[in-house]
């Protein structure tokens, strides 16, 4: 057992920013006149050193900081009867003061809720929508509710360029990158105040004030051409009532365009299938077919194309050959780099965290304290979890917490939380039983999600999604209005009748025959599946399934199915769908293949995509990551796909493999 009582036992930690901030809201929360500047220096801050000059300073950043979590410190004036007695500033917080409102819903409206916050797993706002989840738990606003099996959309990662530019955003820095225009085809540096990201014909763009050019411009993140670089002393303001779907709806869709590729025999079914026109022998490699693509941004295709390496040669148009060149000499250029020592050494399983920052650890104490008010007895574990931190980390936030409290109050006026046999309580929370309001980023995930599940039929025709979103408006407050800075993307399926077959194949217990073309393997496939649960990214849709020619459970994408029907035969009891929700698009097996790869910085969101085991920081920015694929054949294709942002470092066959398919590659290039 750990608790207050039994702190003398345990060396204390030094006061630092996050203590005293959080001994300060306290302080301020819990005084009903107010408390002068010198009581608060001497009982809060146990300051005697400074300048009185240097204390007002000090005082000043923290009640800034205050208020960016939305508690707004009061001054209440006192004024004197003489000459000799100046009026003296007293400050308090109103005990209400950015709390979240009661939210209550029913079980049809949490159901949504859930799936809107699922929307964003593996994306930017993932964390912000775990958060705004836990304040509503914490508020006691959700109750009992089911996912779903027919229905489990996701907003597909748009990058590491999405992450740094979504952190940018709500925190009002500018941000540099480097740029391709589209329209001078000049790559250049180019330092932004972003306003807003949205996604529209199928990809993400960002929406700022170019500093350069003075004016707004509108950036497709697949021409970014490096990382983002976060320009965090350096602030502005975003203009009022921004939105950015209002923004986007002004863009043009890029004109469809017609590129020349020529492609071995046999080789790249997934491009032929797309080919509007092929011509034999009429290309420089005899028996080679000249294919025929409909395209509209060259960038996108470029990264398709580089996959594809030594199988597929761009004719025309040079602004395809030179997105193409790029990819596979950023490579190229990554592979021959001297290696990092492969060192995990203190890494553990887990998805990779951003920095830990004091401010990050005062918002989970904020939330941590009614969570556990409303969830009394919890497993030490379960709390850890729930958070996304370890049992360490927890264990850190609850000393500093038993540790807080009124300023020279008696033991009655400590925070006390006990961890008896690993089952945490609290038994005194000062007033800290209400979650604050959403942040802009939470309000943000839940909004937006909430929005984007307007694109699928069975959710907007019903009255939980209206009502729902009604809610969490008024409960979001000002920070709902800001909402507006982020639109997702369209998540309707792209072949409805497909869809339909999945998911009465799903209710109806009834296995499918599909014909199915493998990108990864080139090739087609005739297959007996148990379906069990669909879902999508953005608006690619998957279903997963047990198949029985593969004996295991496998991901299918409705876009690469050529024919499906049911065969007449229930499905079997090894049917079962893979534990946890949303459903993850690589299911490990036993025999895969764990591969050790080095990320660039404007790689490391892959390290979530892929679902890394394993992650280590690298210096510069660059990240190892342990990952494990069921098949190692795709991944030259893997590398130069996303050319410079990714090598293998381990096995070293299959980083051998890598580099010669980029090298041959790059020599039907010229080299």
């Known amino acids: 057992m750990l608790s207050r009582s039994g702190f003398s036992n345990v060396a204390k930690v030094s006061a630092s920013r996050t203590e005293r901030l959080l001994n300060l809201l306290i302080a301020l929360l819990n005084t009903r006149y107010g408390l002068r500047r010198s009581e608060l220096r001497d009982k ?98 959700l109750v009992e509710a089911e996912l779903p099996p027919e229905v489990q959309p996701r907003i597909k990662p748009a ?35 972003p306003w807003g990201l949205g996604s529209r014909f199928g990809q993400w763009y960002l929406v700022g004030f170019d500093r350069a050019r003075d004016a707004k411009r509108f950036f497709r993140l697949s021409r970014f051409t490096s990382a983002v670089t976060v320009l965090e002393k350096d602030p502005y303001t975003p203009p009022a009532g921004f939105n950015v779907r209002t923004e986007l709806d002004s863009l043009p869709e890029l004109p469809v365009q017609t590129a020349l590729v020529d492609v071995a025999p046999g080789k790249v079914l997934g491009l ?37 390496g030594p199988n597929a ?108 046999d690993d089952h945490v309580f609290i038994t005194q929370d000062l007033d800290l039983t209400r979650p604050v309001r959403f942040a802009v980023d939470e309000a943000c995930a839940l909004l937006t999600g909430l929005e984007t599940l307007n694109g699928l039929p069975e959710l907007a025709e019903g009255s939980a999604l209206e009502s729902v979103t009604v809610k969490l408006m008024a409960a979001a407050g000002e920070e709902g209005l800001k909402a507006g800075s982020i639109a997702g993307p369209e998540v309707g399926p792209a072949n409805s009748a497909h869809l339909a077959t999945i998911r009465q194949a799903i209710a109806d217990g009834m296995q499918l025959h599909l014909t199915y073309f493998s990108a990864q393997r080139d090739s087609m496939s005739e297959r007996d599946v148990d379906p069990l649960r669909l879902y999508s990214l953005d608006n690619t849709w998957y279903f997963e399934a047990y198949c029985h020619s593969a004996r295991g459970l496998r991901n299918f994408r409705l876009d690469r199915i050529e024919g499906l029907a049911a065969n007449g035969r229930t499905v079997t009891e090894a049917a079962r ?24 910085p404007e790689g490391l969101g892959l390290a979530d995509d892929y679902y890394a085991e394993r992650t280590a920081p690298l210096p510069g920015g660059g990240l190892l990551a342990e990952i494990r694929f069921g098949s190692t054949a795709w991944l030259p294709m893997f590398v130069a796909q996303h050319g410079g942002a990714v090598r293998i470092l381990e096995p070293a066959d299959v980083a051998e493999a890598a580099r010669e398919w980029v090298a041959a590659a790059l020599a039907r290039y010229g080299g």
């Open 44 to 141: 809060v801050y146990h300051d005697t050193s400074s300048s009185e000059v240097a204390f007002g300073r000090m005082f000043e950043r923290d009640k800034k900081d205050l208020r960016q979590y939305g508690f707004e410190v009061e001054t209440v004036m006192d004024h004197g009867w003489g000459s000799d007695d100046p009026a003296t500033a007293r400050y308090r917080i109103g005990k209400e003061s950015n709390r979240l409102p009661d939210v209550s819903l029913t079980s049809a409206e949490c159901t949504v809720l859930m799936l809107a916050a699922q929307l964003w797993e593996q994306a930017a706002l993932g964390s912000a929508a775990q958060n705004a989840m836990r304040k509503l738990q914490a508020a006691g606003g």
């Open 577 to 600: 769908p893979a534990e946890g929700f949303p459903v993850k698009l690589f299911t490990p097996n036993d025999d895969d293949a764990l591969v050790t790869v080095e990320l660039a």
């Open 272 to 308: 032929r299938k797309r080919a509007s026109g092929t011509a034999n022998g009429n290309t420089p490699d005899g028996g080679w077919d000249r294919l025929s693509i409909p395209f509209r941004d060259a960038e996108v295709l470029g990264e398709e194309l580089a996959s594809y």
């Open 313 to 420: 040669l761009v004719a025309e148009p040079a602004e395809l050959v030179s997105a193409v060149r790029r990819r596979l000499q950023a490579a190229a250029d990554f592979a021959a780099s001297p290696a990092p020592a492969i060192d995990f050494t203190g890494s553990v399983p887990a998805k990779r965290a951003r920095k830990r920052t004091s401010e990050d650890q005062l918002k989970r104490m904020l939330q941590l304290v009614p969570f556990l008010v409303h969830n009394q007895g919890l497993h030490i574990s379960e709390v850890a979890a729930s958070f996304g931190v370890t049992r360490k980390e927890l264990e850190d936030d609850l000393l500093i917490l038993i540790c807080s409290g009124l300023p020279e109050g008696y033991p009655d006026d400590l925070l006390d939380i006990q961890w008896e």
């Open 159 to 193: 990058g590491q360029a999405f992450e740094d530019l979504v952190t940018a955003m709500h925190a009002q820095h500018p941000v540099s990158f480097r740029y391709l225009a589209g329209s001078t085809g000049r790559d250049e540096v180019r330092t932004v105040e």
